[in-house]
């Protein structure tokens, strides 16, 4: 076996190894609100989502394209460039994963990606326009995770809220809940399996020394296998960071933070945009918490969420140019 082609498979691996870390990194997304109000059991809440990803993952390539293509030319990318960034991106998912906090898995992928780009060939190489829009998913979906909450539980209180007793609303949303969760998960298998797609295709650009501007079908396939396999795997650590330590939550605050957030995704996803689905299920959560009021919020908890945004852009940077000058150093 050459030994580019052995290169090329033990990328794929680490790809799809990337892809199940991120699974079981961010179940917390999709079901950590549901299981924190017992609308589902865990095992339960993590069979759906485990289900639901890999259907989502089958939906569509825009963001996978954004990957292969927007963040470095692909007559740039080499085996090297590319096992850097994933080696960067496990590391940061466990080390966080370890910790509990609900870091991005996606933001962590991309700015590896960057580190070992500035790497292999100096800025020049980056593509600002690529860059520029997943910064501005990094910023823009949270802001409307937060906001949006605000204002759909303001219309429902209005519409429906209001008029129902506190029981009716809980036995009422505690069925609505299961589906907004539903939801969530499908629009996180959407978004960030695609993340695999798109870098287990630039590392086939590499290979083969051409343009990819389809995704092949087998690393659709792969790719959302993989994604449900870490699902099925579930995270607890960051359930319990995210369901249980921001804000208590009632199957109406759960239904609202999931339905709003599962939203932004969609729209993100279908845009080709890769936003961060923890950031906007972290924000969403929030938001609906300062509907109970400011003092509902464990703010001390969300502090320690904002720092692992705050550091994963400039430690994956760093991470990813440090493991690819390694890695030629080494000659691995």
């Not at 600002?128 to 539980?153: C, E, H, N, W």
Request: net charge positive; with cysteine; proline share 4%.
């Amino acid at each position: 076996m050459e030994p580019a082609f052995l290169g090329l498979i033990v990328i794929v691996a680490l790809a799809l190894i990337f892809d199940f870390i991120n699974g079981f990194h961010d179940t917390a997304n999709a079901i950590a609100t549901s299981v924190a109000t017992k609308v589902l059991t865990p095992a339960q809440a993590i069979a759906m989502s485990a289900v639901l990803n890999v259907v989502g993952a089958l939906t569509g390539t825009a963001v996978a394209k954004t990957v292969s293509k927007d963040i470095i030319p692909q007559e740039f990318a080499t085996l090297e460039l590319v096992g850097a960034a994933l080696v960067s991106a496990i590391a940061w998912n466990l080390f966080t994963w370890w910790k509990g906090l609900p870091s991005s898995s996606s933001h962590a992928l991309i700015f590896s990606l960057v580190g070992a780009g500035v790497a292999a060939g100096g800025w020049g190489i980056i593509i600002p326009k690529g860059v520029q829009k997943t910064l501005t998913g990094l910023v823009t979906s949270p802001a409307l995770g937060f906001i949006v909450p605000i204002l759909f539980m303001a219309l429902l209180s209005w519409l429906f809220l209001r008029r129902m007793r506190p029981r009716a609303v809980t036995r009422n949303f505690r069925w609505l809940q299961i589906f907004s969760a539903a939801f969530m998960a499908f629009s996180h298998g959407g978004n960030d399996a695609q993340k695999t797609m798109g870098i287990i295709t630039f590392a086939l650009s590499a290979y083969y020394n051409q343009k990819f501007d389809i995704v092949p079908l087998w690393v659709i396939l792969s790719a959302a296998a993989a994604m449900g396999l870490g699902t099925a795997v579930g995270g607890w650590r960051i359930i319990k960071t995210m369901g249980f330590k921001v804000v208590d939550l009632k199957p109406v605050d759960g239904f609202v933070a999931e339905t709003s957030a599962a939203l932004i995704i969609e729209g993100a996803s279908r845009l080709g945009i890769p936003v961060s689905t923890t950031h906007t299920i972290s924000t969403s959560i929030m938001g609906v918490g300062t509907t109970k009021g400011f003092r509902k919020v464990k703010w001390q908890v969300a502090g320690r969420i904002v720092q692992a945004w705050i550091f994963t852009i400039p430690t994956c940077i760093l991470l990813g140019w440090a493991i690819h000058k390694l890695i030629l150093l080494t000659g691995v």
